[in-house]
């Protein structure tokens, strides 16, 4: 089975394989120069605390207007183009086949439909995911000196961009179009049911982690939120909740877990529109 | 060796039967001639290999022919009770009748069509009327 | 004593709960190395059947068993060609027989290879640039090379020239005769199918109209002429008494059809058949016994408008 899979999708790994290098690629040129912007305002000094001398805040104004371009173009771009990707690998795994009528090929070579669809999801589905690994990796190096140079203000975007969150993303996004590929038996239909349910559920697993994690909230008194700690804008000035910065780890795992639950729910319901609507 | 004829309505195998008592008749398989095989036979006309084998089947059971296991089927030892080689007498008065047909205008199709009749009409004791009316 | 082949007992199935049957109460049986064909017009249920072997579907009423077992458990003895000989449009012909190889057990390469080579079929080529026919030839090794027990076929000579047709059924039957593959293969084509089946089933609406060996059916059914109006009935109807006084029994009127100023009916008959006065009785032809059945009209079913004849080619 595994010579089948790979024959089948050589070309689609090839191409996912060009995109994330091409991704890392950029988002590490990016760093580079980033991280040599902030050598020199750290040079100047700019970055110890709340001393910000008239210069230093035109310094880092310049700093975070140079590179505001990688909030949409990575933040954003990186979980939305795997995203988009895996919907396209994962559309046509079944409905292809069906379209094509090779699944009545397929399905009787020795193999059972079950093992079929599960060596095929399985394979696909984690050499996609081990893509949006490399890519968060690559996001999650790029983050580095830009925090540094306060570039992300909000700073959730990039928690669900960066380290292990495109990885549950793109399993997501994949479970999705295999699923919506197995129930209406077309590929372009499915990648477009995909993404929209991709965007809900995305967001829905954010708003969970964001909302029934533990929160702190800052107390009237405090200077605001620590460095390095994630929140999202509210609009009240005092008991702005937040989450500290050393539980970024559990707050990726327990995201992780979360978009993987849903991949296998949704996967489980893919393989029951393969097994009734197939055929 | 064979030809069918798919248009006919006799089952297959029958005319396979058919075609080798013609060839035993007419002298041209000979005792312990082989048959050809039956991978021979469905390799050319493309027919089931089970009909080949009920054919030469029914034609063992007619003591025509004995197949030996692994090597083939053969003609039988013993030729059948009558070729044609030996019916001088009927082979000549039904070559003097197909010459009278053929001068009173008969094609060949209708001479076939008469025989049938011929061939059914119930064989009560009217033999001698029909060797005199061939005659 | 081995069990049948392929054994199916009151199998029926329909897709939906309201839905209508594809298939219903069908029970057939096909013994190792018999070629049994499928004959009907489309929409018959015949790709429902064979689906339903192949562990493609699962049966709605009844049983299905190969080689003992439901199919899917057997799917490794199986080898199933479906209508339209479907194909990875991109894949190199080469590739397919290797998925063939990778995914079957008992893969014979040898076969294929010789099998491709003999047709002068490039390895190499992209299944998109094969005609129909070669497509057709390159999934029809992809069943025999698997060496199966059971070949369940959809219309596989549908677009296979006269040349090609005699290639595949000699490789057919030699797998036959050599390992008693059964053959289970169903066409709309009722021409030539005589020379190439051992028994026969004819499906129509769903449901087996006929089913047996062919020379066992031709000896029980009659085709009778007679005057126009004749018989006045589809229904049974006891023979003319005999002169000598033996009792003839009754015969069963399948389906009867008027032209040129004569009544043809196809009859089943229990015992010896006297015919009796104006009528005359022959064997039927194995067109006219296809033909006679697919003709049949059921009052119990909502009788096809269609003229099901005209849907099944017949010689003219």
Redesign the interface.
């Known amino acids: 089975?595994s010579?089948?899979i790979w024959?089948?999708h050589r070309a689609q790994a090839a191409w996912v394989l060009l995109l994330v290098t091409a991704l890392c690629g950029l988002m590490l040129w990016v760093r580079a120069h980033a991280t040599a912007d902030v050598a020199v305002l750290r040079a100047a000094g700019c970055l110890l605390g709340d001393l910000s001398g008239s210069g230093c805040q035109a310094s880092l104004d310049d700093f975070a207007v140079r590179y505001n371009f990688t909030i949409p173009a990575f933040e954003l771009g990186v979980p939305l183009i795997l995203a988009v990707t895996a919907a396209l690998v994962g559309a046509p795994l079944v409905a292809r086949e069906v379209e094509?009528?090779?699944h009545?090929?397929?399905?009787?070579?020795?193999?059972?439909r079950q093992r079929w669809y599960r060596s095929k999801v399985a394979t696909v589905g984690a050499g996609l995911s081990l893509a949006g690994l490399i890519a968060g990796t690559g996001t999650y190096l790029l983050q580095g000196p830009l925090s540094d140079g306060g570039v992300t203000s909000s700073r959730w975007p990039c928690f669900f961009s960066t380290a292990l969150a495109p990885a549950g993303s793109t399993a997501v996004a994949f479970a999705l179009a295999v699923a919506a590929g197995a129930w209406l038996r077309r590929p372009l239909p499915a990648v477009a049911l995909a993404l929209v349910g991709f965007l809900a559920l995305f967001a829905a697993a954010g708003r969970t982690v964001q909302t029934l994690t533990p929160v702190h909230h800052t107390l009237p008194g405090d200077r605001g939120v620590p460095r390095d700690a994630w929140t999202w804008p509210t609009g009240t000035a005092d008991a702005i909740p937040y989450h500290p910065a050393n539980q970024f780890w559990p707050l990726q795992l327990t995201f992780l877990a979360i978009l993987l639950t849903l991949t296998l729910a949704v996967l489980a319901l893919g393989w029951h529109a393969t097994r009734t609507r197939a055929? | 060796m064979f030809r069918l004829d798919a248009g006919s309505g006799v089952p297959i195998y029958r005319q396979l039967m058919a075609q080798v008592r013609q060839e035993l008749l007419l002298g041209r398989l000979q005792p312990g001639e082989q048959l050809p095989t039956v991978k021979e036979v469905v390799d050319a006309l493309a027919v089931n290999p089970n009909t080949v084998a009920k054919a030469y089947r029914e034609l063992e059971h007619e003591g025509l022919v004995r197949s030996r296991q692994g090597l083939g089927t053969f003609v039988a030892a013993s030729p059948p009770a009558a070729t044609v080689a030996a019916r001088p007498a009927l082979l000549a008065a039904l070559t003097r009748w197909v010459r009278r047909a053929r001068a009173e205008g008969l094609q060949a199709e209708e001479m076939r069509a008469l025989l049938a009749v011929a061939l059914d009409e119930p064989s009560a004791a009217s033999d001698e009327q029909a060797s005199g009316g061939v005659a | 004593m081995t069990a049948q082949v392929l054994d199916c007992v009151g199998m029926g199935h329909r897709y939906s709960r309201r839905g209508p049957w594809g298939l219903r109460d069908c029970t057939l049986m096909v013994p190792a190395g018999r070629v049994v064909a499928l004959i009907g017009p489309n929409g018959a249920g015949k790709t429902t059947l064979l689906h339903l072997a192949a562990g493609l579907l699962p049966a709605t009423e009844g049983s299905v068993r190969v080689a003992g077992a439901r199919p899917a458990r057997r799917l490794e003895r199986i080898g199933f060609a479906p209508q339209g000989a479907p194909l990875w449009p991109h894949l190199r012909v080469r590739d397919v027989l290797g998925i063939g190889a990778h995914l079957n057990p008992r893969w014979d390469a040898t076969l294929a290879s010789d099998r491709i080579a003999k047709l002068g079929i490039a390895p190499r080529a992209r299944v998109s640039t094969l005609s129909g026919g070669q497509r057709a030839q390159v999934a029809l090794t992809l069943v025999l090379a698997k060496r199966p027990e059971l070949l369940l076929l959809d219309e596989p000579l549908a677009n296979l020239d006269p040349i090609a047709r005699r290639a595949f059924l000699a490789s057919m039957f030699e797998a036959c005769t050599h390992s008693g593959v059964a053959v289970l293969f169903s066409s709309h084509v009722v021409a030539e199918l005589e020379r190439i089946c051992d028994d026969l089933v004819v499906l129509a609406d769903g449901r087996v109209r006929l089913a047996g060996d062919i020379d066992r059916l031709r000896r029980t059914h009659r085709v009778i002429t007679g005057p126009v109006g004749w018989p006045t009935t589809t229904a049974t109807q006891p023979a003319t008494v005999p002169n000598d006084g033996s009792q003839a029994r009754g015969w069963q009127v399948i389906s009867a059809r008027q032209a040129a100023g004569r009544t043809t009916a196809l009859v089943r008959i229990d015992t010896h058949l006297l015919a009796g006065p104006g009528l005359d009785a022959a064997e039927p032809t194995f067109d006219e016994l296809v033909l006679g059945y697919l003709d049949q009209h059921h009052p119990d079913q909502e009788p096809s408008q269609q003229d099901l004849r005209s849907q099944v080619e017949a010689p003219a």
């Not at chain 1, 009545?104 to 059972?112: D, E, F, G, I």
């Open positions: 089975m010579w089948v024959r089948q094509q009528r090779t009545l090929v397929a399905w009787t070579q020795s193999v059972t055929v």
